[in-house]
């Protein structure tokens, strides 16, 4: 079963409407990549989820219609987003910005587990725990993001161009944590990228938004081979 | 020296002792003049606080927070007022006991007010906030309220006398009433910026969409923010009628509202004694300046527009750092940046300063 799925789902800013009617679905346990230029709605797809923007039509995540719930109505059954452009909170430390992942949580024993959990994708926060998020490099406070939100201990992990302006080693790192995350905890990623080599190397399916709607979709195999993806998106 | 007792470091703990000690010291070896001074800064520091919290800590700039002070100033003025009015009570009591009435009906009117302000944020917030603070004065002042507000005359009190048992002055009293309110008000801020709910109200200064991703509600969080900044800003209004013992609609103009801000920036917007700082300039700064201004040589007068040093000071201080200065590492990436960048257009302004005597006012 589908654990998360959008049925015609619009969603606008003012009059003008970002998405007119996505339809898409993630399966539990899978890498999920969502493909497009600037400008196609794969941000405001993110938000619509997290329930960010206003959005209409259906959203199913577990069995609930998360459309137009509160985001942290959304949080709290387990979805974690992470923004685009580091989604940081610069002025606290590092580790303020881990509690405020388990911000809505209650269970405290199980913040401890997951914390610890974190830990193994993210070694070097252990030491740098007390530092200002601010004087962290750009790379670090991308994981920092991600690790925020795996305090959450989320069913689901929406990421939004984890890739953003950061050193094409340190893209590989983040790919490599993004994947091991969802091999060793069967987290379901959902990943909004640019760099659709990377992003069809890491995910098992990928939708292509062009324009607030979905125009292609299906197994990263078929689209990395698909005569227009490669023209459009990998450069070929 | 990482020796920690109630989670706070040795230096700091270092910084409490002699402050409390100094603290102490001031009214029992100063004149009269300047206990009641140093009595004033106590109230500002606690304004200051609250605006703090407000703009340093959730990242709402304010231009309004004179108006929620002048609700707690009314407050306490016009319950002591009517109940010897129109009830015949006439106690110092009903002074102290309207203090916590004051932060009550203060926060609650910034609770209400951080609602239409939820749509807002930066120089459209400062504006809205400019408003409120532009609107109070004459609100108070309207013919028809008379009978409740006492308009334009407004209303004055009893001075605050200290108990018979106490020999200290009147002075003095207000001094220790006030600093331990400060003090009081202090300890909450320090440990609600410590709290679950100081740290939701930074991540929403940093980042909304991190703080919204996390499950953080910005709509709670911002119209608490303001209810805390003005039941704060309340307790100093009210504590500003009870020194003066007299509360008018000028008291709490648009001066008092950007005074405040400016202090607020001086003492270092998201620093815990940021407040400490800019209070003491709050009062200070423009009774050095006017002593400046007074100066001269010879036949040669400087211009008695004390205004004008007013302005200079303020743009010669070094600019404090926000952000917490129990950052360890608080001088790496952004002390250095903001001491680098400002000199050459500081200098700038300073000459358009001293070229026009009393053509530019900061406050």
Same mark, same amino acid.
């Given at each position: 079963?589908?654990?998360?799925?959008?049925?015609?789902?619009?969603?606008?800013?003012?009059?003008?409407?970002?998405?007119?009617?996505?339809?898409?679905?993630?399966?539990?346990?899978?890498?999920?990549?969502?493909?497009?230029?600037?400008?196609?709605?794969?941000?405001?797809?993110?938000?619509?989820?997290?329930?960010?923007?206003?959005?209409?039509?259906?959203?199913?995540?577990?069995?609930?219609?998360?459309?137009?719930?509160?985001?942290?109505?959304?949080?709290?059954?387990?979805?974690?987003?992470?923004?685009?452009?580091?989604?940081?909170?610069?002025?606290?430390?590092?580790?303020?910005?881990?509690?405020?992942?388990?911000?809505?949580?209650?269970?405290?024993?199980?913040?401890?587990?997951?914390?610890?959990?974190?830990?193994?994708?993210?070694?070097?926060?252990?030491?740098?725990?007390?530092?200002?998020?601010?004087?962290?490099?750009?790379?670090?406070?991308?994981?920092?993001?991600?690790?925020?939100?795996?305090?959450?201990?989320?069913?689901?992990?929406?990421?939004?161009?984890?890739?953003?302006?950061?050193?094409?080693?340190?893209?590989?790192?983040?790919?490599?944590?993004?994947?091991?995350?969802?091999?060793?905890?069967?987290?379901?990623?959902?990943?909004?990228?640019?760099?659709?080599?990377?992003?069809?190397?890491?995910?098992?399916?990928?939708?292509?938004?062009?324009?607030?709607?979905?125009?292609?979709?299906?197994?990263?195999?078929?689209?990395?081979?698909?005569?227009?993806?490669?023209?459009?998106?990998?450069?070929? | 020296?990482?020796?920690?007792?109630?989670?706070?470091?040795?230096?700091?703990?270092?910084?409490?002792?002699?402050?409390?000690?100094?603290?102490?010291?001031?009214?029992?070896?100063?004149?009269?003049?300047?206990?009641?001074?140093?009595?004033?800064?106590?109230?500002?520091?606690?304004?200051?606080?609250?605006?703090?919290?407000?703009?340093?800590?959730?990242?709402?700039?304010?231009?309004?927070?004179?108006?929620?002070m002048a609700i707690g100033g009314y407050t306490t003025a016009l319950t002591a007022y009517h109940l010897k009015h129109s009830f015949g009570i006439d106690s110092p009591a009903i002074l102290y006991a309207s203090i916590p009435l004051a932060a009550l009906l203060a926060g609650l009117f910034g609770f209400l007010f951080g609602f239409p302000a939820l749509r807002l944020s930066g120089i459209y917030l400062a504006l809205a906030t400019f408003a409120l603070a532009l609107s109070i004065p004459?609100?108070?002042?309207?013919?028809?309220?008379?009978?409740?507000?006492?308009?334009?005359?407004?209303?004055?009190?009893?001075?605050?006398?200290?108990?018979?048992?106490?020999?200290?002055?009147?002075?003095?009293?207000?001094?220790?009433?006030?600093?331990?309110?400060?003090?009081?008000?202090?300890?909450?801020?320090?440990?609600?910026?410590?709290?679950?709910?100081?740290?939701?109200?930074?991540?929403?200064?940093?980042?909304?969409?991190?703080?919204?991703?996390?499950?953080?509600?910005?709509?709670?969080?911002?119209?608490?923010?303001?209810?805390?900044?003005?039941?704060?800003?309340?307790?100093?209004?009210?504590?500003?009628?009870? #020194?003066?013992?007299?509360?008018?609609?000028?008291?709490?103009?648009?001066?008092? #509202?950007?005074?405040?801000?400016?202090?607020?920036?001086?003492?270092?917007?998201?620093?815990?004694?940021?407040?400490?700082?800019?209070?003491?300039?709050?009062?200070?700064?423009?009774?050095?300046?006017?002593?400046?201004?007074?100066?001269?040589?010879?036949?040669?007068?400087?211009?008695?527009?004390?205004?004008?040093?007013?302005?200079?000071?303020?743009?010669?201080?070094?600019?404090?750092?926000?952000?917490?200065?129990?950052?360890?590492?608080?001088?790496?990436?952004?002390?250095?940046?903001?001491?680098?960048?400002?000199?050459?257009?500081?200098?700038?302004?300073?000459?358009?300063?001293?070229?026009?005597?009393?053509?530019?006012?900061?406050?």
């Amino acid at each position: 079963m589908a654990l998360l799925e959008l049925n015609e789902v619009q969603a606008s800013y003012g009059s003008i409407r970002a998405l007119h009617g996505v339809s898409l679905k993630v399966e539990e346990g899978s890498i999920v990549a969502l493909l497009g230029a600037n400008g196609a709605g794969k941000t405001t797809t993110l938000r619509a989820i997290s329930g960010m923007v206003r959005a209409s039509g259906e959203i199913r995540f577990a069995g609930h219609d998360i459309a137009g719930r509160q985001p942290e109505d959304v949080a709290r059954l387990g979805i974690a987003h992470v923004p685009s452009g580091r989604g940081t909170m610069t002025q606290l430390t590092v580790w303020e910005n881990l509690q405020m992942g388990a911000y809505i949580r209650r269970d405290r024993d199980r913040i401890k587990a997951d914390y610890e959990r974190t830990m193994r994708y993210f070694p070097w926060i252990r030491s740098r725990k007390d530092q200002v998020a601010a004087t962290l490099s750009g790379g670090e406070q991308q994981m920092l993001a991600i690790a925020r939100a795996l305090m959450l201990n989320p069913k689901l992990l929406l990421l939004d161009e984890p890739s953003l302006g950061l050193a094409p080693i340190v893209i590989r790192d983040i790919f490599e944590i993004v994947k091991a995350i969802n091999r060793d905890d069967g987290t379901t990623i959902l990943v909004v990228e640019q760099n659709a080599n990377l992003a069809l190397r890491a995910a098992e399916r990928a939708y292509v938004l062009e324009v607030g709607r979905v125009t292609l979709s299906g197994s990263s195999a078929e689209l990395a081979g698909n005569e227009s993806i490669r023209k459009s998106y990998l450069g070929d | 020296m990482s020796s920690r007792f109630l989670g706070i470091s040795a230096y700091v703990w270092i910084a409490i002792v002699v402050g409390v000690v100094v603290l102490i010291g001031i009214p029992l070896s100063t004149d009269k003049f300047t206990t009641f001074e140093f009595a004033n800064v106590a109230v500002y520091v606690i304004a200051l606080m609250g605006l703090n919290l407000l703009t340093g800590y959730s990242g709402q700039i304010s231009l309004g927070n004179g108006a929620f002070m002048a609700i707690g100033g009314y407050t306490t003025a016009l319950t002591a007022y009517h109940l010897k009015h129109s009830f015949g009570i006439d106690s110092p009591a009903i002074l102290y006991a309207s203090i916590p009435l004051a932060a009550l009906l203060a926060g609650l009117f910034g609770f209400l007010f951080g609602f239409p302000a939820l749509r807002l944020s930066g120089i459209y917030l400062a504006l809205a906030t400019f408003a409120l603070a532009l609107s109070i004065p004459p609100i108070i002042d309207i013919d028809k309220l008379e009978f409740i507000l006492q308009g334009h005359s407004g209303v004055n009190l009893h001075p605050l006398h200290p108990p018979d048992f106490l020999a200290l002055s009147d002075e003095q009293w207000l001094y220790f009433v006030n600093w331990a309110i400060a003090g009081l008000m202090f300890v909450l801020a320090w440990n609600l910026v410590r709290s679950t709910t100081g740290r939701a109200f930074m991540a929403v200064r940093d980042s909304e969409t991190a703080a919204v991703a996390s499950g953080v509600s910005l709509s709670y969080y911002k119209t608490l923010a303001f209810g805390i900044s003005a039941a704060y800003s309340g307790i100093a209004g009210s504590l500003l009628a009870i #020194s003066v013992a007299y509360v008018n609609p000028d008291v709490f103009g648009l001066q008092l #509202s950007l005074a405040l801000l400016v202090a607020a920036v001086i003492g270092g917007l998201g620093f815990e004694f940021g407040p400490l700082i800019g209070g003491l300039f709050f009062v200070w700064l423009p009774y050095w300046s006017e002593q400046v201004s007074k100066l001269h040589v010879g036949t040669f007068q400087l211009p008695s527009k004390p205004d004008v040093f007013y302005g200079v000071r303020y743009r010669c201080l070094p600019r404090a750092k926000g952000g917490g200065a129990r950052r360890k590492d608080r001088d790496c990436a952004h002390g250095r940046r903001s001491r680098g960048g400002v000199d050459w257009r500081g200098a700038e302004r300073d000459q358009q300063l001293s070229s026009g005597p009393g053509s530019v006012q900061v406050v």
